[in-house]
T-cell receptor
């Protein structure tokens, strides 16, 4: 079974609007962490936001927030006030404590296009 | 502070040739990783290391070898390149600690003909 599932291959959003990128995960480890990375066309992987499985509140970093629904095993990324520079691939990833060495499992990504 | 660097940025190999990809980090991180990224797929872990002199297999280790002789360097070797190894290779590093994020290098684009 896939540990991380991103069901939206591509998404479009109007500039200045908010957009939600979906991510569901599968684990039996009670201790885990969820990450979102951005990959612009230049290719580098940029860390955006982190949510721990025991965190009581949803993580936020500037215009990024993580909608963490533990019972549904979902960790959706919300980008508010989209900008043209947000156009990129976005990857959700999970780290399981039992896996050791902070290894990450990645989803297949969502390509976000911001329309002017 | 350069972060994570990778050498080379791009390489073309013929089937059967060998090569070594070099990853270097200047953040004194304990853990280092090699991933490959193929179209339509996320990153998949090839090998990783939890410290100098130690390495372990990841999800897709076949056809690759690694070495970590120095804490700051992590080498990925292809002994006999195959077209299926055409990919973009990313190195990453992180500190020990379960909340630590991984920091990625810029990637190496490898084409095997």
């Amino acid at each position: 079974a896939q540990k991380i599932t991103q069901t939206q291959p591509g998404m479009f959003v109007q500039e200045k609007e908010a957009v939600t990128l979906d991510c569901t995960y599968d684990t039996s480890d009670p201790s885990y962490g969820l990450f979102w990375y951005k990959q612009p066309s230049s290719g580098e992987m940029i860390f955006l936001i982190y949510q721990g499985s025991y965190d009581q509140q949803n993580a936020t970093e500037g215009r990024y927030s993580l909608n963490f629904q533990k019972a549904r095993k979902s960790a959706n990324l919300v980008i508010s006030a989209s900008q043209l520079g947000d156009s990129a691939m976005y990857f959700c990833a999970m780290r399981e404590a039992l896996a050791g060495a902070n290894n990450l499992f990645f989803g297949t990504g969502t390509r976000l296009t911001v329309i002017p | 502070n350069a972060g994570v660097t990778q050498t080379p940025k791009f390489r073309v190999l013929k089937t059967g040739q060998s090569m070594t990809l070099l990853c270097a980090q200047d953040m004194n991180h304990e853990y280092m990783y090699w991933y490959r990224q193929d179209p339509g797929m996320g990153l998949r872990l090839i090998h990783y290391s939890v410290g100098e002199g130690t390495t372990a297999k990841g999800e897709v280790p076949d056809g690759y070898n690694v070495s970590r002789l120095k804490k700051q360097n992590f080498l990925l070797g292809l002994e006999s390149a195959a077209p299926s190894q055409t990919s973009v290779y990313f190195c990453a590093s992180t500190q020990r600690g379960t909340q630590e994020t991984q920091y990625f290098g810029p990637g190496t684009r490898l084409l095997v003909l």
